[in-house]
Structure formats: C-alpha cells, structure tokens
T-cell receptor, first 110, second 115 residues
C-alpha cells in the first residue's frame, strides 16, 4: 500500500522558534494536503498544494510541493502556544484515495 | 456552508452490539470519505463514495462494516457485532471533485469505545 513517512515524529520547541517538518511518499503525488489536528477533533486543512515546486503560505505557515513530487515540507514561523497539535500530510493515489502520514506532534513551550 | 457534521460525537457500546454513525457532508460536495483513526496514528482509509456510488472499500475492513450513501447526500457507517479492537475515532470527510483541485474537509469525528 501507499507509504507516507513524516518526520520528525515529535518536536519540542520554544515559543517564537521556527519549525520545519516534512513528508515523503513512496510514489509520485499530484496533490499534497497539510492538516492540523487538536485532541478529540477532526483534522483541519491548513494548506493545499497542486504543482511541483509550488510554495504556498497561510499566515505563519508555508508549505512546498517537492520538485520530485515525492515530498512536501511545512514550515511554521515564530511559533506560538496555539500551534500545539499534530500535523498530518496527505496525498492521493491515482484513484484519488487520500492516504495520511502518521503525523508530527508539535509541543511549544511558552 | 456549515461544514461536515458527524453524529454522535461519542459512542460507548458493549462488545457484540451494533452501532451506526451518521455523516452530513458539506452541501454540494459529491465525494464522501470514511476514515478510522487510533491513538498516535494518522487517519486510515476505510471507504469512499462519489455521489451514491461506493467506489472502494479498504481490504482492512471486515464484513462487519458497511457504509451507505443512499441519495448521494448524508452517509451512514454501521459496525455489526462490535469488538474491542473497533474502538477508535471514526472520521468523515467530504470534497468536491470535477473541474476543481480536490480538498478534503473533515468533521469532528465520532469517538467509539467498545467495552
């Protein structure tokens, strides 16, 4: 089946620091979606990417669609306590069935 | 646009009982997905519909699981003869496909606990 590997698995950072996480797949994707999930809630869409090399921002968040189409990166600048949560990447197979990575858990110390 | 709605939010049941969850997608979204999520894992694909047609069902899904989307609007997921291993968060997502880049929007999920 489809393999999506996210790293790191968890991060402990100080408020104000920048964060970077990535996702790699075993096959080529034409879409990358990035989500944030709070405990007991469903994932919330942060950024969607549709073209290789695309760089898209959403406030302090920036994501990039890797040139190889097998990876994507999410950066968070000047982290704040409410950034705490689990971040997931997702991408579709040829049949548009979306697979998810296992997540990067972000902890921010005030 | 009221977002994806899932009911109930929480369900506690005894092993062997049947449970049914409901998902109301974003109106006019033609695709609807069901995922299952356990602690520390990402959402795991279960099945999806385009309009009322069920396009694929995960091989991980036993025959005790069935999903319907009778009129291409809301969907139900039923688990028969529940087992403790069925305990998880069940997530529904909807999207609009056809001429637009697809984005999945999730509901808040139904947390199932099987005792």
């Amino acid at each position: 089946g489809q393999q999506l590997n996210q790293s790191p698995q968890s991060m402990f950072i100080q408020e104000g620091e920048d964060v970077s996480m990535n996702c790699t797949s075993s096959s080529i994707f034409n879409t990358w979606l990035w989500y944030k999930q709070d405990p007991g809630e469903g994932p919330v869409l942060l950024i969607a990417l549709y073209k290789a090399g695309e760089l898209t921002s959403n406030g302090r968040l920036t994501a990039q669609f890797g040139i190889t189409r097998k990876d994507s990166f999410l950066n968070i600048s000047a982290s704040i306590p409410s950034d705490v949560g689990i971040y997931f990447c997702a991408g579709p197979t040829n049949f548009n069935k979306f697979y998810f990575g296992s997540g990067t858990k972000l902890n921010v110390k005030p | 646009d009221t977002g994806v709605s899932q009911n109930p939010r929480h369900k506690i049941t005894k092993r062997g009982q049947n449970v049914t969850f409901r998902c109301d997608p974003i109106s006019e979204h033609n695709r609807l997905y069901w995922y299952r999520q356990t602690l520390g894992q990402g959402p795991e694909f279960l099945t999806y519909f385009q309009n009322e047609a069920q396009l694929e069902k995960s091989r991980l899904l036993s025959d005790r699981f069935s999903a319907e989307r009778p009129k291409g609007s809301f969907s139900t997921l039923e688990i028969q003869r529940t087992e403790q291993g069925d305990s998880a968060m069940y997530l529904c997502a909807s999207s609009l496909v056809g001429g637009v880049n697809e984005k999945l929007f999730f509901g808040s999920g139904t947390q199932l606990s099987v005792l």
